[in-house]
């Protein structure tokens, strides 16, 4: 659809297919006010209600585009890592499709070989690396891939001596891959344990939705762990909680303001003030340890 067309310069990531996550259409109806919403005005407003702020799902490239500098002269001002890695099967799994050939229609689809991007840039002035969840990709889920990918984001950091930023967007571990999904948990809180000793600040961004292995491991660690407002963010479903304690559980339960309340995260950031309240943490983690 036009409307979601940007004129703009071209991007790493290929943006043909169907768009899942974001409505098409002139108008959207709110899903936390369940008003009608001018589909032009939600693009101009990055994707929030005018009248709620109720915060709509964003594509991976739209948070690419909203946190990173860009050029002067309207070019790319950052660009993306890692970009050939893909996934194998080392299961062979199979239930009622290949995991084979569910990798392969995502990968046509969305023109990217996993659900997760990697980029060298700059915010606010600052250069960073920026590691990004496509939750179109299978639901944002964490295989080897993914967990590869954000271990090599830490370790670019660590190299270059940058600061690292991870946006989060995961229904968790990804299950065709078994246990080699779950060990990436290991393996990238590892990565982000020497970036610590190393004095790099991480910083992680928890969108709607985070859940799972991804909330269990690196969505959690950061040296601060900041969320957009109303993101579900949880390891188990409300559901499966309350089949456990067999109790109903409270209002507002797993959502962002939540779980801030309760010390699970050092801030909740509306969308428009994101790239402005990181790059000015960024500022006061770093005096000499990172370059510049
Ligand atoms: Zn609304």
């Not at 001002?77 to 084979?100: A, C, H, I, N, Q």
């Amino acid at each position: 659809m036009p409307w979601f067309k940007k004129a703009k310069k071209p991007k790493p990531i290929r943006r043909d297919g169907p768009r899942s996550t974001v409505p098409e259409g002139l108008w959207v109806k709110c899903q936390g006010c369940k008003e009608i919403i001018y589909s032009k005005e939600l693009k101009r407003s990055f994707r929030i209600c005018p009248k709620c702020g109720y915060h709509f799902r964003i594509e991976a490239e739209e948070r690419i585009d909203l946190l990173l500098d860009h050029g002067d002269d309207g070019e790319m001002g950052f660009r993306e890592l890692f970009v050939d890695l893909s996934p194998t099967d080392p299961l062979s799994f199979e239930d009622t499709k290949s995991y084979k050939d569910r990798l392969a229609a995502y990968q046509r689809r969305l023109g990217t070989r996993d659900a997760v991007h990697v980029l060298d840039g700059t915010m606010g002035g600052l250069p960073v690396i920026l590691a990004v969840m496509n939750y179109r990709f299978m639901g944002g889920s964490m295989g080897s891939v993914v967990g590869e990918k954000v271990t090599l984001a830490a370790e670019a950091a660590l190299e270059q001596r940058r600061p690292l930023i991870v946006v989060s967007a995961s229904g968790g571990a990804r299950m065709q891959e078994g246990i080699l999904s779950l060990m990436q948990m290991a393996k990238i809180s590892a990565a982000l344990a020497r970036l610590r000793q190393a004095r790099l600040p991480y910083i992680s961004v928890l969108t709607d939705p985070t859940t799972g292995g991804v909330t269990a491991s690196f969505a959690m660690l950061g040296d601060l762990n900041v969320a957009e407002p109303g993101a579900l963010i949880g390891f188990a479903g409300p559901r499966v909680i309350e089949q456990t304690i067999r109790e109903s559980l409270p209002d507002g339960f797993q959502r962002s303001e939540f779980l801030l309340e309760k010390g699970f995260l050092d801030m909740v950031i509306p969308r428009p003030e994101l790239k402005a309240t990181i790059a000015r943490c960024l500022r006061h983690f770093t005096a000499s340890s990172i370059a510049s």
